[in-house]
């Protein structure tokens, strides 16, 4: 299949889950630290494309969830500013192919278009939202200072 860049929090259980269901359709993946990548604003904006400002960003975050952010309230320019800010912020998984073809989020069917699940698609969509995170509302995925240790390489595409 393909060789897919994958940006994760460290930690995260949704991105596990993503992760494995990628592997699983036969995908090889290199996966990088969201939170500890140099973003830039052009390199933000390759995954984003035409998604609207709202789109851009991780709804499980703290700072959305409690309406100290809203997404919908932001232009581009404040949100590429407040996402390169709090990286926490940027919708996950980033994920990008050897082709250099970006994607940003996991919806099952999108990724299925973007670069094929295979028979992963059908459990996929049986089973929980593979983007959200699920331990319930008061899960919250530890935050990247509370992590023991972290999966992390620092090669470029």
């Not at 904006?45 to 609207?52: K, R, S, V």
């Amino acid at each position: 299949m393909s060789r897919i860049v994958f940006w994760e929090k460290p930690g995260c259980g949704g991105n596990a889950r993503q992760k494995a269901l990628l592997q699983q359709a036969g995908h090889e993946l290199e996966v990088r630290d969201l939170l500890r990548e140099a973003w830039t604003e052009e390199r933000l904006l390759a995954f984003f494309g035409e998604l609207p400002v709202a789109e851009w960003f991780n709804r499980s975050a703290p700072q959305v969830k409690n309406g100290e952010v809203v997404p919908e309230r932001l232009d581009r320019q404040a949100a590429l500013a407040l996402l390169l800010a709090t990286p926490l912020l940027i919708r996950r998984p980033l994920m990008q192919d050897e082709r250099g073809r970006t994607h940003v989020g996991f919806e099952p069917r999108a990724v299925e278009a973007w670069i094929g699940l295979g028979e992963a698609l059908a459990p996929a969509l049986a089973g929980a939202a593979p983007e959200r995170c699920v331990g319930g509302p008061a899960h919250r995925c530890p935050e990247p200072d509370q992590l023991s240790r972290h999966e992390h390489r620092s090669r470029q595409p």
